[in-house]
């Protein structure tokens, strides 16, 4: 799997792409541990190139939620297709962790 980030003022995106693997967990933690010394409001997570989540991808994203939760960061996760979306929507309560097209977080954080 492909990460990548970009930041608008407060606002941090990771950009994932292919096939997450079990050795990826890791290289998205480290990004992550490496990005939260920055002053943020929102971490964004853009799953529009990514077709499908197994556990180590969930693992992933539970460990974001809870680094950014202890940081106060909002937590949000964009641009996933149906199958990830009916996924994550069994895992996160909607008001918890948004689950949003990439317009509406584009419209509500950028």
């Known amino acids: 799997m492909l990460v990548n980030y970009t930041k608008s003022g407060k606002v941090l995106v ?14 998205l933690m480290s990004a992550m541990r490496e990005k939260l010394d ?29 680094m950014a939760d202890e ?5 949000v996760i964009f641009a996933m ?7 994550l929507e ?7 962790v948004p689950l949003l097209t990439e317009e509406e977080f584009r419209s509500r954080y950028l």
């Open 38 to 66: 920055d002053i943020l409001s929102v971490i964004g997570v853009d799953l529009m190139h990514v077709e499908n989540l197994n556990s180590a991808a969930m693992a992933a994203l539970l460990s974001m939620l809870k």
């Open 14 to 27: 990771f950009h994932l792409s292919g096939l997450f693997e079990f050795h990826d967990e890791a290289k």
């Open 90 to 96: 069994k895992v996160f309560a909607r008001n918890y």
């Open 81 to 87: 297709n149906q199958k990830i979306q009916i996924l």
């Open 71 to 75: 940081k106060r960061i909002d937590f």
